[in-house]
């Protein structure tokens, strides 16, 4: 399983429901006595979740254990911290669970030391995923050969996208080509795309994304509806895997059309839309779509949030980005994640970015080096230092893409 995000939503509810989705995949882990669990990046929302949520995490995790199941993670982009100040540090100190991303580097070359699994002679290695796709780096250093050349059963976890098994609806996503990892794996459990999907290409056999084991954002709610994770079985060298959908609350679609209504008239809509759907402990997105008579704030969106909880619905939420007032104008709004609102500013204003000689895309570069500039202070780090490393950072990745002279000369004007 993979993005799980728990602790994400603001909504208590949406955020209960992520939480017992998690809660019942190990459920039925547990009744299908699997061997081991992997989480590919992003088990929690943040690298510091909320005590309540940690708590909940921890008694499943603590649940495994009794079980002697064994849970290997690496972080995601939004679990990782650069200081290494994450809960998944703590999990792994108190057993558990087992990150399987350490490794030493030697000449430039970085070695994965892996995990391996006694009850099956498995051997579990993975890279972590880092905001803006900086994990890259780490995939330039990765000694290929050494993994490749190592006999017996091995999984690869990775957070990443990977270049050729993108949908177009992730076009804007950084990537990396799926030669960045390496061959003869039985496995690849990927994670970082929120849509599932199972792979191969040549060498590459099993690479798969479970998805986000529940949506993370109203349009995720829009387009998958629910999440789930893969139940996967090796034997006499043949793999098998079946896709677990969890459904914890089923998402019902309500879309009303508008046609120049009155903001007074909403509610009538909303009731003829509805039909004979049943709501019952749903969570239900009204769609509006169309020309409004009127202003957005004149809606009642109270009042008809409450006659469809009276109808069953466990939670409304709202769609309003295709209305049109009588100018004509798009009304949007900020449902959109904080990394997909920063990556559309950027794409929108990146004509005004003059990159002579940069040898990446201009979004790619924007988008690591904003990054760059916002790493974490460390614990004890005095805030000279810390001003230091940032700007020698700085100057050595302009540099690498032959743009500290633009920036020597900017800076000069």
């Known amino acids: 399983m993979a993005d799980l995000h728990l602790g994400g939503w603001r909504e208590d509810t949406l955020r209960e429901v992520g939480i017992k989705a998690f809660e019942k995949a190990i459920d039925i882990s547990i009744d299908e006595n699997v061997d081991f669990i992997l989480i590919s990046g992003d088990l929690f929302d943040s690298s510091n979740p909320t005590i309540d949520v940690m708590a909940r995490a921890a008694k499943k995790l603590y649940e495994l254990k009794l079980k002697g199941i064994i849970v290997y993670v690496i972080e995601g982009s939004h679990d990782f911290s650069p200081t290494g100040r994450t809960i998944l540090k703590v999990f792994q100190e108190a057993g558990l669970l087992k990150r399987v991303t350490s490794g030493e580097e030697k000449e430039g070359k970085l070695t994965l030391k892996g995990v391996l699994n006694e009850k099956t002679k498995t051997n579990i290695y993975g890279i972590p995923g880092l905001r803006g796709s900086l994990e890259k780096a780490t995939y330039n250093s990765l000694n290929r050969d050494e993994l490749e050349k190592q006999e017996g059963k091995k999984i690869f976890l990775f957070h990443s996208a990977i270049e050729e098994f993108k949908s177009n609806d992730f076009y804007h996503m950084e990537s990396m080509p799926i030669s960045f990892l390496p061959k003869g794996f039985i496995y690849y459990a990927g994670g970082h795309i929120h849509e599932r999907g199972e792979f191969e290409l040549g060498e590459y056999k099993n690479v798969v994304f479970p998805g986000a084991l529940f949506p993370n954002n109203i349009d995720e709610l829009l387009s998958f509806r629910g999440g ?186």
């Open 228 to 413: 789930g994770f893969y139940l996967v079985e090796h034997s006499d060298g043949l793999l098998n895997k079946t896709y677990i959908p969890i459904t914890i609350a089923p998402v019902v679609l309500l879309e009303v059309k508008l046609e120049c209504t009155n903001p007074i008239n909403i509610e009538e809509k909303v009731r003829n839309s509805l039909d004979k759907t049943c709501l019952k402990d749903s969570i239900v997105i009204v769609k509006f779509k169309g020309k409004l008579d009127g202003n957005i704030s004149d809606i009642n969106f109270k009042k008809i949030s409450l006659f469809l909880e009276d109808k069953g619905a466990l939670l409304v939420k709202r769609d309003t980005r295709d209305i049109k007032t009588k100018e004509f104008k798009e009304i949007k709004n900020s449902s959109m994640t904080k990394e997909k609102l920063e990556e559309e500013v950027i794409t929108r204003h990146k004509d005004q970015i003059l990159l002579k000689e940069c040898r990446m895309e201009t979004v790619s570069f924007v988008k690591s080096f904003m990054n760059l500039l916002s790493r974490e202070k460390k614990e004890g780090e005095k805030k000279e230092d810390y001003t230091n490393s940032v700007l020698n950072d700085s100057i050595e990745y302009l540099s690498k893409n032959n743009l500290l002279e633009d920036f020597n000369e900017t800076s000069n004007t």
